[in-house]
């Protein structure tokens, strides 16, 4: 049949690969949305920043897979990841990356 055919062109879902596309996801999406309040915050784009980050395990392991591509997309000259996110930095967000991740972003700017 055509279908029995055509079902082997179709490989087996490797979750470790499904896992890492998840995590480029979820830092395509940090990136955008650090973006947006680098923005909001009035910041330039000659402005570098400290990128502090509160998150799950689900949130650290994105960032520590992906840390070196986000800071070169958000113009970071580093990324703090932090229990706790507290208010005296220049822009704070909590940000929605996928359903039910949620990460607390803040921006403090550095020249």
Not at 69 to 78: D, S
């Amino acid at each position: 049949s055509v279908a029995g055919q055509s079902a082997a062109f179709f490989p087996a879902i490797d979750p470790t690969a499904t896992a890492d596309l998840r995590s480029e996801g979820l830092a395509r999406e940090l990136v955008t949305r650090v973006r947006r309040l680098r923005k909001e915050a009035g910041l330039a784009v000659s402005d570098r920043i400290v990128l502090a980050m509160a998150g799950d395990e689900t949130v650290r392991r994105m960032v520590n897979a992906h840390r070196d591509w986000i800071a070169a997309e958000v113009l970071a000259r580093e990324i703090v990841l932090a229990d706790e996110i507290a208010d005296h930095h220049l822009a704070v967000q909590t940000v929605e990356l996928d359903e039910g991740i949620t990460a607390r972003i803040a921006l403090t700017r550095v020249g």
